[in-house]
Nanobody, 116 residues
Framework: QAQLVESGGGLVQPGGSLRLSCVAS????????VRWYREAPGKEREFVAR????????TYADSVKGRFVISRDNAKNTAYLQMDSLKAEDTANYLC?????????WGQGTQVTVSS
């Protein structure tokens, strides 16, 4: 059974850091680009970052550029999102997504709350 499981969320103060993980199983993780999205209450799902299949050329939403870093370790079937200089507006449920051909895999998400 194919699945993605996110972890690493939690409560952090403004200016703090968190590292999210996304572990894939049941499909060929290395064959798909990895994306992180986030959902905040009352807002639409927002693209955060993308790491392509073969090139080391990630892309980011303007709102997180310079603060977040996406990476992947295909040997561990795992993607990461390092989040630094967190702000209150980063509070959301963060979801991992992997698209392999026409198969679009989603995790359940991990909650990040930035508050003092």
């Amino acid at each position: 059974q194919a699945q993605l499981v996110e972890s690493g969320g939690g409560l952090v103060q403004p200016g703090g850091s968190l590292r999210l993980s996304c572990v894939a199983s049941g499909f060929d993780f290395s064959a798909g680009a990895v994306r992180w999205y986030r959902e905040a209450p009352g807002k639409e799902r927002e693209f955060v970052a993308r790491f392509p299949i073969t090139t080391d050329d990630p892309t980011y939403a303007d709102s997180v550029k310079g603060r977040f870093v996406i990476s992947r370790d295909n040997a561990k079937n795992t993607a990461y999102l390092q989040m630094d200089s967190l702000k209150a507006e980063d509070t959301a449920n963060y979801l991992c997504n992997v698209l392999v051909w026409t198969n679009n895999y989603w995790g359940q998400g991990t909650q990040v709350t930035v508050s003092s």
